[in-house]
């Protein structure tokens, strides 16, 4: 059984952006990670230790101090979701990396406004409530 993170409930796709915005989290991914995961990941994809890594599942949200002025309307409703909902690491990849459903509606002139977001703009969602696992 595959216990990874099913990818398509976390990727942003052009018909929620279309049609009034993205109602989820998104999955994100970052370079290296610890070897535990939090819910609701069910694995982890490293073999380090190292507490100041960050465990698969790990959610965090956008400040709402974080300004979204001068976003385009794509960038704009991604922004908002990362705002309400956050995001999940899901996999090991590029720093920050949000992943949407391939598609020719994305904007990605329109996409680019999103690097000036960094990881400082970021707040970890307290889950202590939920039962992290260190994995196997």
């Known amino acids: 059984m595959d216990e990874r993170l099913p990818i398509l ?10 049609g009034g915005g993205i109602d989820h989290a ?5 370079p290296r990670t610890r070897r535990a995961y939090i819910h609701p990941a069910r694995h ?3 073999d380090s230790s190292d507490p100041a890594l960050p465990p698969m599942g790990l959610r965090v949200r956008l400040r709402a101090s974080v ?3 001068g976003l385009g ?3 704009r409703a991604v922004a908002l979701a990362l705002k309400r ?6 996999d090991n990849g590029s720093p920050w990396y949000v992943t949407g459903a391939p598609s020719a509606g994305w904007d990605d002139d329109d996409l680019r406004g999103l690097r000036r977001i960094r990881g ?6 307290d889950t202590r409530r939920l039962r992290s696992t260190e994995a196997r």
């Open 120 to 125: 400082r703009d970021f707040e970890v969602v």
């Open 44 to 46: 982890a994809a490293s």
């Open 26 to 30: 998104l999955r994100f991914t970052a």
């Open 73 to 75: 309307p794509q960038a």
């Open 9 to 18: 409930p976390g990727l942003a796709r052009v018909d929620e952006v279309a």
């Open 85 to 90: 909902y956050g995001m999940i690491l899901a």
């Open 67 to 69: 300004p979204l002025t």
